[in-house]
């Protein structure tokens, strides 16, 4: 299995308390999701963020519906979090969600790794398609961070 990594940092000009509780509120998930996607959570509004926590989504993937559930594997407030997809498009897919204290503000970290099924054709789909779209998934998610928090 081929395994791909996504990262991404960005500063923001907030104290780390409140970027975490922002950030763990999974109502949020939709405003960083670009709207090509459609993305939708359809778990009931109240998710208690912890180990075990299970989100259920939809979205469209190229046009193609899509449902996918996520785990909250670690939960380490403020530092850190983990999901993980239970069922979804990808073999693999481990989120880590990363905020530390600086000069300056909060450092956030988005580290993914993921891997696609079927072998030599998921990693031909990987190089045609997919490693394009997670990036500009990730790059306008940086660029709501820094419309919302006027991150640097």
Do not use: C
């Not at 970027?19 to 709207?35: K, V």
């Not at 509004?45 to 594997?73: C, H, K």
């Not at 993914?112 to 099924?117: E, G, M, N, R, S």
């Amino acid at each position: 299995m081929k395994v791909y990594e996504l990262r991404r940092e960005t500063l923001i000009a907030r104290p780390i308390e409140e970027i975490f509780a922002w950030f763990a509120d999974a109502q949020n998930l939709e405003t960083l999701t670009p709207p090509f996607l459609r993305f939708r959570i359809l778990t009931p509004s109240t998710i208690q963020m912890r180990p075990g926590a299970l989100i259920e989504y939809s979205l469209r993937i190229r046009g193609v519906p899509v449902r996918w559930r996520t785990n909250i594997e670690t939960w380490d407030a403020p530092r850190s979090f983990t999901d993980t997809q239970v069922r979804g498009p990808y073999r693999l897919w481990h989120h880590t969600h990363t905020f530390e204290e600086r000069p300056g503000g909060t450092w956030m970290q988005d580290l993914v790794k993921y891997a696609l099924p079927f072998g030599l054709l998921g990693q031909f789909v990987h190089w045609l398609h997919v490693r394009r779209d997670v990036e500009k998934i990730f790059d306008y998610r940086t660029a709501k961070i820094q419309e919302i928090f006027g991150a640097r």
